[in-house]
């Protein structure tokens, strides 16, 4: 879907594109990517690039036409492998035309242009629009981190109740998608320290660029901190689970020794030998009496180590 954008004053749609207005690209049809190439001469190859979505954070040039690609924060659904990850935000950009293209609809962009109409002002032009976009993504890094938080510290206050499969595969989710933002932050970082030497800045842009490396860098110490707690729990979750573990044999060992001995009589008896005792009127409670004084014997001593 193509939305066009008045960004002179506040920030306004329009029903059709005309010079140095925003177009937001968001999932676009092959008839999109047609006008886009065809009727704004789009150079193709940029938006294939857009399209994979593994693609890294770079900069690109190509007859005028200028490629950024920005790696952003997506949610997936609840139940995804990884709930949190990373997407590629095209922007193309020349002296007429200001395009994003992105394949995923993401609240960020809701967010984005929700604060821009809010603010009512407008951006003062392209380069100005570029750094407003990294600004969001590294606040959405942060947001997204939060969320994270509140799932690792609710993990750490379950650490006393039984431990399950899914515990520790909502965790390793929790790992990945730190993976995939710490990556993306590193990726942005290092593209914004290309642009501003690329991009003609201005005062008010080097005051955006400085507002950006500050959120960036707390997105991406958040994201370290956030890594290593993790990792603690994790290491935690499975101590326990061996501590468990170790436990339960003991149990299990302590039931073994508890029921040999009556066992043995039982086996011995079973023998169809002659051994004098079946002559003797108290030879079989005497038996069972002693087999019962050895079992609470090894209950006693079990109890005391704590293995029982």
Same mark, same amino acid.
């Given at each position: 879907?193509?939305?066009?954008?008045?960004?002179?004053?506040?920030?306004?749609?329009?029903?059709?594109?005309?010079?140095?207005?925003?177009?937001?690209?968001?999932?676009?049809?092959?008839?999109?990517?047609?006008?886009?190439?065809?009727?704004?001469?789009?150079?193709?190859?940029?938006?294939?690039? #857009?399209? &994979?979505?593994?693609? !890294?954070?770079?900069?690109?040039?190509?007859?005028?036409?200028? $490629? @950024?690609? /920005?790696?952003?924060?997506?949610?997936?659904?609840?139940?995804?492998?990884?709930?949190?990850?990373?997407?590629?935000?095209?922007?193309?950009?020349?002296?007429?035309?200001?395009?994003?293209?992105?394949?995923?609809?993401?609240?960020?962009?809701?967010?984005?242009?929700?604060?821009?109409?809010?603010?009512?002002?407008?951006?003062?032009?392209?380069?100005?629009?570029?750094?407003?976009?990294?600004?969001?993504?590294?606040?959405?890094?942060?947001?997204?981190?939060?969320?994270?938080?509140? #799932?690792? &510290?609710?993990?750490? !206050?379950?650490?006393?109740?039984?431990?399950?499969?899914?515990? $520790? @595969?909502? /965790?390793?989710?929790?790992?990945?998608?730190?993976?995939?933002?710490?990556?993306?932050?590193?990726?942005?970082?290092?593209?914004?320290?290309?642009?501003?030497?690329?991009?003609?800045?201005?005062?008010?842009?080097?005051?955006?660029?400085?507002?950006?490396?500050?959120?960036?860098?707390?997105?991406?110490?958040?994201?370290?901190?956030?890594?290593?707690?993790?990792?603690?729990?994790?290491?935690?979750?499975?101590?326990?689970?061996?501590?468990?573990?170790?436990?339960?044999?003991?149990?299990?060992?302590?039931?073994?020794?508890?029921?040999?001995?009556?066992?043995?009589?039982?086996?011995?008896?079973?023998?169809?030998?002659?051994?004098?005792?079946?002559?003797?009127?108290?030879?079989?409670?005497?038996?069972?009496?002693?087999?019962?004084?050895?079992?609470?014997?090894?209950?006693?001593?079990?109890?005391?180590?704590?293995?029982?």
């Amino acid at each position: 879907m193509l939305t066009y954008w008045n960004y002179n004053r506040g920030l306004r749609t329009q029903d059709e594109w005309s010079p140095n207005c925003w177009i937001q690209a968001t999932g676009p049809t092959p008839e999109d990517e047609e006008y886009l190439t065809q009727t704004l001469k789009v150079p193709d190859y940029f938006l294939d690039d #857009i399209r &994979d979505k593994d693609e !890294r954070a770079r900069y690109d040039y190509d007859e005028g036409w200028m $490629l @950024i690609i /920005l790696r952003i924060p997506y949610q997936k659904e609840e139940q995804s492998r990884t709930p949190h990850t990373t997407i590629p935000m095209g922007l193309i950009l020349n002296k007429d035309i200001c395009l994003t293209v992105c394949h995923f609809e993401t609240n960020m962009m809701l967010d984005f242009v929700s604060y821009q109409q809010k603010r009512n002002l407008g951006f003062t032009d392209s380069v100005d629009f570029v750094f407003r976009l990294f600004l969001s993504s590294a606040v959405w890094y942060l947001k997204r981190l939060k969320q994270i938080s509140t #799932i690792i &510290d609710a993990a750490k !206050r379950d650490l006393d109740r039984p431990i399950n499969n899914a515990d $520790l @595969i909502n /965790l390793s989710r929790l790992q990945d998608s730190l993976t995939y933002f710490a990556t993306s932050i590193r990726g942005n970082e290092m593209l914004l320290s290309k642009l501003k030497f690329k991009l003609p800045v201005d005062e008010l842009d080097a005051d955006m660029i400085e507002d950006v490396n500050i959120e960036m860098s707390q997105a991406r110490e958040t994201t370290n901190i956030y890594t290593n707690i993790l990792e603690s729990t994790i290491d935690t979750y499975a101590a326990i689970i061996n501590n468990n573990m170790s436990q339960t044999m003991k149990t299990m060992t302590s039931v073994s020794i508890i029921l040999m001995f009556p066992t043995l009589i039982a086996s011995i008896y079973g023998m169809n030998l002659i051994n004098g005792m079946e002559h003797w009127v108290w030879g079989f409670p005497l038996t069972i009496g002693a087999s019962i004084f050895v079992t609470w014997l090894f209950i006693w001593y079990f109890r005391r180590i704590n293995w029982i």
